[in-house]
């Protein structure tokens, strides 16, 4: 079993920044691919980003690309998403994700598909005010 514990989060005003971190239990955190996805009221969740076991490889979606950074620690079972330049539609539940068997090659369609993910936190609530 794997928990994951989203912080960070709050309001911000549009062009502000916010850092989102997500603490993991267990002791083989750097085997897990780790993303980040966002659901706003009334919508479908989203990917927002990923990063592989090593921190080598990241991935993005289009709406965040150049604005957003995904980052981890493996010594502190951490992963981090460092959100820049934030906009009124960032406003979401951000939420982090554990894949337990990630592939050893670079794959967006694995690591932006939620299905592919083991475990979930609980979210944290980010608003962006216009």
């Known amino acids: 079993q794997v928990q994951l514990v989203e912080s960070g989060g709050g309001l911000v005003q549009a062009g502000g920044s916010l850092r989102l971190s997500c603490a993991a239990s267990?002791?083989?955190?750097?085997?897990?691919?780790m993303g980040w996805f966002r659901q706003a009221p009334g919508k479908e969740r989203e990917f927002v980003a990923a990063?592989?076991?090593?921190?080598?490889?990241?991935y993005y979606a289009d709406s965040v690309k150049g604005r957003f950074t995904i980052s981890r620690d493996n010594a502190k079972n951490t992963v981090y998403l460092q959100m820049m330049s934030l906009k009124p539609e960032d406003t979401a539940v951000y939420y982090c994700?554990?894949?337990?068997?990630?592939?050893?090659?670079?794959?967006?369609?694995?690591?932006?598909?939620?299905?592919?993910?083991?475990?979930w936190g609980q979210g944290t609530q980010v608003t962006v005010s216009s």
């Open positions: 267990g002791h083989t955190f750097s085997t897990y691919g």
């Open positions: 994700a554990a894949a337990l068997r990630p592939p050893n090659y670079r794959s967006y369609s694995y690591y932006s598909g939620g299905s592919e993910y083991d475990y």
């Open positions: 990063i592989n076991r090593s921190g080598g490889n990241t």
